[in-house]
């Protein structure tokens, strides 16, 4: 079992944060984790450019004067976990932002002056230390994920059609993930990355392919959410990637 890192004294009292985003362009599963000296909400519209064609959206933060010693920290643990880091020299890796949090939270306790905030709905909800009175973060329902999208979940079979919105193309459903063009079968996220148009490429090169297709007006993802709010689809506590 591996053990919570010792964090060491410093005499720098001046506060920064270590921030954990997401993107709703990216899949599900990528987050960037990276520190600013100043709020997060400027250093995430800062990272509002042309190389990501939505904003960044602010998944937890955590405030504390060893700000740049835990980003490092919690870059060499997801780097110990497996080969997660995106590119190399970036800030960008392929976990849940639940699992990123866990670790937030896990170094939070080595730590005398960390606060850990939760965003929902943009708005901060904080974790750690827990304040009397609010709801604790339960781990059971942080760990819940997401299953792979499957296009059974909104009702469509194999040999229906539905339309890759940025060109008004319509595609054919070959499978429960795929869909068939020009005779071959793609994900949904291959063929983002394939035929969106210039403009609409992010730096990762990847994307949540239900997103950029609909049916009958209305995305996959909209589908599938409605789904989910009639307890259709359920979650599983297994990790998963969204294509």
């Known amino acids: 079992m591996s053990k919570t890192p010792q964090i060491k004294k410093t005499d720098n009292t001046t506060q920064g944060y270590v921030y954990i985003l997401t993107n709703p362009s990216f899949r599900e599963d990528w987050v960037k984790i990276g520190k600013s000296s100043r709020p997060v909400d400027v250093r995430s519209k800062e990272l509002d450019n042309t190389a990501v064609p939505l904003p960044f959206e602010i998944y937890a933060t955590m405030q504390t004067a060893k700000y740049a010693e835990i980003e490092k920290i919690i870059h060499k643990q997801i780097d110990r976990l497996t080969d997660l880091r995106i590119r190399q ?14 670790i937030l939270l896990d170094l939070a306790v080595a730590i005398d002056d960390a606060v850990i905030m939760k965003y929902e709905d943009g708005k901060p909800c904080q974790l750690y230390p827990a304040v009397e009175g609010m709801k604790q973060y339960d781990k059971k329902e942080r760990k819940q994920q997401r299953p792979p999208f499957d296009f059974s979940m909104i009702g469509l079979t194999v040999g229906d059609t539905v339309e890759f919105d940025p060109l008004q193309l319509n595609v054919r459903v070959a499978g429960k993930n795929k869909v068939e063009f020009e005779g071959r079968l793609w994900s949904l996220t291959a063929f983002c990355g394939t035929y969106l148009p210039d403009n609409m490429h992010n730096s990762s090169e990847s994307y949540q392919g239900p997103k950029y297709f609909s049916h009958n007006g209305k995305t996959l993802w909209e589908l599938r959410l409605e789904k989910e709010k009639k307890g259709l689809i359920l979650t599983e506590s297994s990790p998963h990637t969204q294509d």
């Open 89 to 102: 020299n970036r800030e960008f890796f392929n976990v849940e932002p639940a699992q990123a949090l866990d």
